[in-house]
Antibody, heavy 117, light 110 residues
């Protein structure tokens, strides 16, 4: 079955760029699914960040759109997230997820990112 | 943006009891786009229900979803010890594409 694993730095400095990767195993990032990033912070609960299809098509949460880029790497069967100009408000657990039928049916275990100097 | 409001914030029940968790949308939505998740401490959310009433793979039949329009309910018929967790509803909106979550209901052991 499909498994997802997030990776990336756990600490990012304010005004810097947060970069995470989600490795897909047991399946292909070029399947018919879209792939999402979701974050969870104590202050804002679960927040959808955006999604990507293997063609490169993306959709972003309007509240984050100006700072977020999601990309796909078909050769390495993974997709990535970048959030620029981070502040303490971007401190959260970041999850990658596979999208099913208007839901997220497979999730990674999550990775904690702290924004601090 | 459509807002999802879950109630109650915390529900205290005993194993064997029935639980009913509410999710209310700020405007009428298609039930096709409503899902429910369970999250335990230190774990990722797990999909329970999609399309408002369809159980996801391997979800026990004590979990059921219902509702339409603005009011949706997740029901757990007989609580097992492993069911005590936080539950979230989630909505997909298409213009623009956006997934939103409710603030969650914590189901705790009484």
């Amino acid at each position: 079955q499909v498994q997802l694993q997030e990776s990336g730095p756990g600490l990012v400095k304010p005004s810097g760029t947060l970069s995470l990767t989600c490795a897909v195993s047991g399946g292909s990032v070029t399947s018919s699914n879209w792939w999402s990033w979701v974050r969870q912070s104590p202050g804002k609960g679960l927040e959808w960040i955006g999604e990507i299809f293997h063609s490169g098509s993306t959709d972003y949460n309007p509240s984050l759109k100006s700072r977020v880029t999601i990309s796909v790497d078909k050769s390495n069967n993974q997709f990535s997230l970048k959030v620029s100009s981070v502040t303490a408000a971007d401190t959260a657990v970041y999850y990658c997820a596979r999208q099913g039928y208007y839901n997220m049916d497979v999730w990674g275990q999550g990775t904690t990112v702290t924004v601090s100097s | 943006e459509i807002v999802l409001t879950q109630s109650p914030g915390t529900l205290s029940l005993s194993p064997g009891e029935r639980a009913a968790l509410s999710c209310r949308a700020s405007q009428s939505v298609s039930s096709t786009f409503l899902a429910w998740y369970q999250q335990k401490p230190g774990q990722a959310p797990r999909l329970l229900i999609y399309g408002a009433s369809s159980r996801a793979t391997a979800i026990p039949d004590r979990f059921s979803g219902s509702g339409s329009g603005t009011d949706f309910t997740l029901t757990i018929s007989r609580l097992e010890p492993e069911d005590f967790a936080v539950y979230y509803c989630q909505l997909y909106s298409s213009s623009p594409p956006l997934y939103t979550f409710g603030q969650g209901t914590k189901l705790e052991i009484k």
